[in-house]
């Protein structure tokens, strides 16, 4: 059998004639390739010709010349690729001979186009010697010390984790390498174009991830793949940091292998072959797209198709004309997707492939031959489809019902562009999870075993033999003490058998004689034992009956076992008559025994480790003494060494298969009590340690490191011994060895027990006990394996590792992981573990393991890269529905542990990676995978999961399905669909992922990957939507609910978010402002409707405990409802919170005030009605009431201090409102008020009596004061009734103050200081009262009364009507605070003025001077300016006060006139006792001079009753005229007080326009007006009354 990759060459037969000594050519023959037919059954042969000499051209041979007289009967055909169903292989088996047979009319002739161009080297079908070396390890995820930094030198099926390893066939495809041209060869077309054309999104779906188009029905599609060599993250765009320094991301060294090449040749195909076809223009165009589209393998072919003509037409160059149909292609396209599972788009493919393309001089992927062959195929099978109507439309005839008939890959995950619905968590069916041949195909478990025949062969009798007279069933030796009479010596360690009687054992059926300690060592069989011993001694009878009970056991064995030797014939697959012939040969070797047995071993002995340390020196000096048999030799010494090498090599021959091979280690001595031992046991040296190997379990070459043994309990030993063993049985010269044989023992059981009986699904035998992981199979077949490995000396850890590798083959079978969990635990405690015997490092004693350290580390590291690929896609391999399947992701992980464990302890690497970590990784990498299948199927995936009415049209059109500006219904879709997800990682996987509760919790996990990814995608999208604003704001909102919902119930208290500030809400600031903003136009709309309609109601309360009315409670209402939303929008960023808040303080102050002024602008008008004023400030009241409370629920101190401010601002406005509302509500009774007061006034005057009120007429005066106060408090009963009923507290209190206002200075105005007549003296009060602002006071005063003054008795009436007011407002504590009552401005000015009526004229005048002390000051704007100096004497003898006053010159007289100007300067003394005293002095008059001079002197006499502080001096500058009054140009005052310390004064006075006085100085001035009979109280009234004249021309 050959593998061809050419089909322009031929195949050569040469014909030889053997000689003595040299042989000679008889011919040649020459067939050319393109002639072979096609078929996978024998053939009748044809007769060729042989000529006598080769023709070449360039070097290749093309034919052949010179014909000679002989021919030869050659049978030669291809065969079709095998691999596939038998049903499928026979109907292409008909279609083939259709092909054959219209090959003879030309149609599809393949030499017509035949080019000289060799093909790219498909995977040959390469022998497994090595395996190691035929696996290019560089995918490892963690390369081990053994990997391999070299690729090798071809392409083999081996090629671990490859893209088509990961998916199952019907048949054994992943375990031969065999290239053939296939049905469909060149599935990748439009698949690897494909990452060119489309645009995902900003990331690749998870079943994007896995590079490399599959076709699991092309076992030369699959060598091509392999080929490739892609490393496992190469197919995986995980990014899981699991990769040693110095590889790269996706493999290592950055290249693909040596596969690359033809990779790109393949992917650049279409670009370049154009330009081969310009040298070949005779070549079929056609042909190369058929070969790019023959079964091209879609998603969803019809759509893909119609993607990509256009660019594919510009691409490639061609015309429509040189394309094959479209309809073809979509048929192919159909076809194409039901052979194939729904695999990966290679999205990553371009990222990861070198670039490189076809040299001029290179061949393309496929020769026009192979083009014609692909077309033909393609036809056949767009026929086969035509007709298969009538069955399922979507399987092929060959696809098989039942679980190896799902053809699922093992990293794919559904297509996210089917219109079909695809499950959420992909439930896969459990019969497709088992059935993809769920393991790591290739060198993981190359079972090149099932393949080797002869090695089959010869295993199946090596089985029968070890069965048919198991070792575990041997006769055992039958000893009896026995007294040797002449020196014997133990046949087992050599040593004297001691004493004078009973020394030793002996069998008394074969004789063997040993000590009593060695008789357990003893293992061989005593009945074959016994039959050599009788044939070498001649004793016929007894061997004849020895012979006869052997025949016996192996009978009753073969009849009491029949499933044994059945299933043997089974695995081996041979036929009845071959096992029966077989079972005789095998029983006649039993029998012969040992007697034609003969074996050639050489040992050598290479170096031990960690010997026991013998001499005083603290070393030992060991040699080496090796037996079999009685043939004993020995190493050299080396002296002073634990760790010895020896390297020497002995051959020994051996003709017993019973013997041993006794490995003993000595400490050498030369002293006198070693020769003295070397006289008694044989022995003078010091025992290290032996090993005692079988000869029957030694075959082939081994390389082994023996555990060193004890010979007694004494005995101290240590360490180990390696040997390296070569054994050349006679007959059995170039067999394997046993360790090989087992393998392909078990490997061919597994096969048949899994794939054969248990249609790929691995039977999990049942055991239970600490020795439970070493059963492999049920009883028969671990029987099997087990006598095999007793046998023939298999350790239990190879059968182990043997059983590991195969189950690997099916790691992704049910209950497999935990099994292969367990055996690695097992595996890594064998040699991590070591005991007190030995010093070797668990390192040291796994390279010495029979299985092969580069081969077992290898399997790992390829097992540990499929099982994190499997672990990234968790959600597909493990489904959550599934109890099982959820258990093995636990073994999963389990196994990955051990995998780190193994590295850390047994291969002692420094830092693997930790298995937490790369569970967590793998993790996240599935969670990306999913959050983008979720993403990009969000329509169709929430309608079919969540959507309750099922006649709702969920047909959107697909541009409308993901998300977009002009809506935001995607993102809810997508929130619950990843809620749906997180909750089924946090109840589903995160019990079961438990074994790093520290470092790995899944849901949290799945929260953060899933949050973080939303987070991404969300903040574009807002800020798209910011720019375009084309959705409502209540849906931004919602939108924004929606998305802190998800944030606080699974992302807040993750670790990685826990205390900090989650950026969200700045997503939505923009939104949220915008519905503030069209919240606060709401707002005034409502409250512009709330008040008119309790305008129209009549402002009702709301109830009778409320005093509002219901447009306060309204407008609250809404705003309060405005502000939960905000407020349930829990923003953690207090920077926005401070934003939205002061935008909604703005808010609260624009809809209160405005409420505020609609109230204020109408409150004069309702002033009239009862209640209704009441209820309005109770509005006001109740707006501030609830403002606080709203001030409160913001947060108060916490909240901003902007905000905070503006509230505080708006809550004094409304306080200034409330004010407002009640002076004019208070004014609002002003007339009645004054009718009262006015009765009050009338009843006073007629209170007689003086002013000394004798004690018996108290009561008089108490009850003038109830007669004097009847009118105002028939008044005041009814109305304060009223208010405290109808106003809230504190408006009831502001309506109190302004009505004890109103009454008060009504009093005043109206009883203590009653009205003007004289016209000056009105004059002059009315003009200081202007300054002072109190206008309202005097308005009414000017009206014609007659002159009345208070007798002391209606004082003292007056002032006890005063106290009674004073109590009424107080209520007994329910009204105004007597504090208050008692310090307003208002009753002290009414008592003050009350006080004064009982005072002098001379007391008045000195309180008016020693209070107005501001009377000249303040002169902005002075008129002019008078020089004066004054001298104050007093007299030491008599203290009588003299004052000289000098007016010096007037200055700067501001005065215009059109006649004579004439200033003089009036100076008047004022104070108390001037009555009989010079009062008034004036000087003489200047004409027409505006800064006259005078320089006259006057002198006051004061008198000693009062100090200088009771007395100031009036200056007045006057212009003369004559016959009427003179004019006043401006006045100044001077207070004696302040020239009284110094005792003299010259200064410059400015004169004022007129005298400033306070309130007292008013009422001064008023009661002295009333005494109109005094002159000096006329005097002083004029006096302080004088203004500045009008000038003329003004």
Known sequence: MFEISRLDLGLIVEVWNKGLIWDTMVGTAWIALETVRQSDEEGPGEWSALEAEVVMKQD???????????????DTRFELPFDIPEDEA?????????????????????SEEVQKKPLPTAASQCSFEDLDSAVDDRDSDYRSETSNSIPPPYHTISQPNASVHQFTVPSRLQQQGVSRESCMDSMQSYDLDYRERMAIRRYDSLDSTVSGPSDVGSASESSQMTSRQYSLESRQSLDLPDSPAGSSRYGSSCSISQGSSQLSELDHYHESAHGSEQEDEHRDVESSHSSQSAGSYPKEGQEWQGEQEGPREQRDGTTEKEKISETDVKSQDRCASRLTPPLEKPQDLSAERPERYLDDDEPPPFSPARSHWLRAINKIRLRLQEGQDDGDPSKPPWFKEGPAGGLYGIDSMPDLRKKKPVPLVSDLAMSLVQSRKAGITSAMATRTSLKDEELKSHVYKKTLQALIYPISSTTPHNFEVWTATTPTYCYECEGLLWGIARQGMRCTECGVKCHEKCQDLLNADCLQRAAEKSSKHGAEDRTQNIIMAMKDRMKIRERNKPEIFDLIRDVFC?????????????KQSVLDGTSKWSAKI?????????????DKTGSSDPYVTVQVGKTKKRTKTIFGNLNPVWEEKFHFECHNSSDRIKVRVWDEDDDIKSRVKQRLKRESDDFLGQTIIEVRTLSGEMDVWYNLEKRTDKSAVSGAIRLQINVEIKGEEKVAPYHIQYTCLH????????????????????AKGDDAWKVYFDETAQEIVDEFAMRYGIETIYQAMTHFACLSSKYMCPGVPAVMSTLLANINAYYAHTTASTNVSASDRFAASNFGKERFVKLLDQLHNSLRIDLSMYRNNFPASSPERLQDLKSTVDLLTSITFFRMKVQELQSPPRASQVVKDCVKACLNSTYEYIFNNCHELYSREYQTDPNKNQDLPPEEQGPSIRNLDFWPKLITLIVSIIEEDKNSYTPVLNQFPQELTVGKVSAEVMWNLFAQDTKYAMEDHEKHRLCKSADYMNLHFKVKWLHNEYVRDLPAFKGKVPDYPAWFEQFVMQWLEENEDVSVEFLNGALERDKKDGFQQTSEHALFSCSVVDVFTQLNQSFEIIKKLECPDPVIVAHYMRRFAKTIGKVLMQYADILSKNFQSYCSKEKLPCILMNNIQQLRVQLEKMFEAMGAKELDPEASDHLKELQVKLNNVLDELSVVFGNSFQSRIDECVKQMSDVLCQVKGTGNI??????????????VLRPLMDFLDGNLTLFATVCEKTVLKRVLKELWRVVMNTMEKLIVLPPLTDHTGAQLIFSAAKELGHLSKLKDHMVKEETRSLTPKQCAVLDLALDTIKQYFHAGGNGLKKTFLEKSPELQSLRYALSLYTQTTDTLIKTFVQTQTAQGSGVEDPVGEVSIQIDLYTHPGTGEHKVTVKVVAANDLKWQTSSMFRPFVEVTMIGPHQSDKKRKFTTKSKSNNWAPKYNETFHFILGNEDGPDAYELQVCVKDYCFAREDRVLGIAVMQLRDIADKGSCACWCPLGRRIHMDETGLTVLRILSQRTNDE??????????????VEEGT
């Not at 050489?602 to 013998?614: D, P, S």
């Not at 490997?747 to 049942?766: A, M």
């Not at 000096?1576 to 004249?1589: C, D, G, H, P, T």
Request: aromatic residues 6%; hydrophobic residues 30%.
């Open 60 to 74: 290749e041979i093309c034919g052949t010349k010179k014909p000679t007289p002989h021919r030869i009967l050659l």
């Open 90 to 110: 026979r109907y292409w088996t008909n279609k083939l001979e259709e092909i054959n047979s219209s090959q003879d009319g030309g149609e599809y002739s393949f």
């Open 574 to 586: 041979e036929s009845k008559l071959t096992h029966a012939q077989q079972m005789k040969t095998v």
């Open 602 to 614: 050489t040992i050598t002995v290479v170096c031990a480790q960690g010997l026991q340390a013998k």
């Open 747 to 766: 490997e061919n059981l597994f096969h048949h027990l899994t794939d054969i009986q248990g249609n790929g699904v691995v039977k999990i035998p049942d």
């Open 1254 to 1267: 004798p004690a018996n007429a108290r009561n008089t005066v108490a009850q003038d004061a109830d007669n």
């Open 1576 to 1589: 000096v109280a006329r005097e002083f009234v004029k006096l302080k009354s004088e203004s500045r004249s």
